[in-house]
């Protein structure tokens, strides 16, 4: 049994009551009973955030960014790393375990851990899609775009409709894990060491699995799940229910797993040129130092944090 199953984390029934009428007017009748932990992710995620920046530039003296935008770079990518400890382990799981409600029926199903889990990734996005679209100049449209998809996408399993794509697709954060820890050895100026290849198979392992082996399978089944053949007239009742939300789900899905494989390129490129370098290149050490490629992102000019996604 995983804490996500506790009853320490049920709702106050008076914050579950005063949530209803406004989730029923919405359409988000899951959401009541797991209001409190989006509420507690988001004040998780600012909360992190601040730690980060009062605690970084002591524990990290030499390396921690003098300039106020790179300050709250750093910060946001040790939030998205401390999400990523929660979320994944916690998607592991219910893969692992998933609730007799939501196997039975995928498509409108709902159990409380996934309801929970649901909830903690709608709060970390709605922190996510603040903080990018706060410092859209330095983070970039595509982050604050990124958040903002990802908090619909995940707000909406808790009509319920397909929340089992919460545990599926947020496994993905495994690699964030490892994303992560290259992004600091990079900044620990460890680029290129022993310590930093090590991670660096764990990141291709990671991603081969989770995103592209794992993920491809989803997106099959969701596929399967929200285009159902003439005779599924239960399931197509149901789906027709849903309206265009069905369709934002495969479009996003289809969207995210041909940029998982486009990023895999870049990254893998971008290894090769850090510790495999051509003798008679040039800029073979130059390419050494340039960071591991983020979301599909080269150069040092267009760093940016980490996501999952």
Known sequence: ????????????????????????????????????????????????????????????????????????????????????????????????????????????????????????????????????????????????????VCLCAFLFTLKPFVIWCGPAFLIWEFSSIFLNAHWLLDKLHMTGSIPQMVNGAFLVLSYIVVRLVFGTYNSFKLWNLLVPTPTSALAAKALDDAGLIRWMYLGLNIAANGLNFYWFRLMILALRKRFVPSPSSKSASKAQRKPVPVDGRLGEGQERRVKGE
């Not at 300050?71 to 893969?95: I, S, T």
């Not at 498509?107 to 929970?116: F, S």
């Open 1 to 148: 049994m995983s804490w996500i199953e506790s009853s320490v984390l049920d709702a106050p029934p008076r914050l579950a009551a005063l949530a209803r009428p406004l989730a029923s007017a919405v359409g988000l009748e899951a959401l009541p009973p797991v209001v409190h932990l989006a509420l507690a992710s988001c004040v998780a995620s600012f909360v992190l955030q601040r730690v980060s920046s009062a605690v970084s530039p002591t524990l990290f003296r030499s390396y921690y960014p003098t300039s106020r935008g790179k300050q709250q770079d750093w910060d946001l990518h040790m939030v998205g790393w401390v999400y990523a400890f929660v979320a994944a382990p916690l998607a592991f799981h219910l893969l692992r375990h998933p609730s007799k409600q939501v196997v039975a029926d995928q498509l409108t199903g709902v159990a409380l851990p996934e309801q929970r889990l649901s909830a903690i990734a709608v709060g970390y996005f709605i922190w996510d899609s603040f903080v990018t679209a706060r410092h859209i100049r330095t983070q970039g449209f595509g982050f604050f775009l990124h958040g903002a």
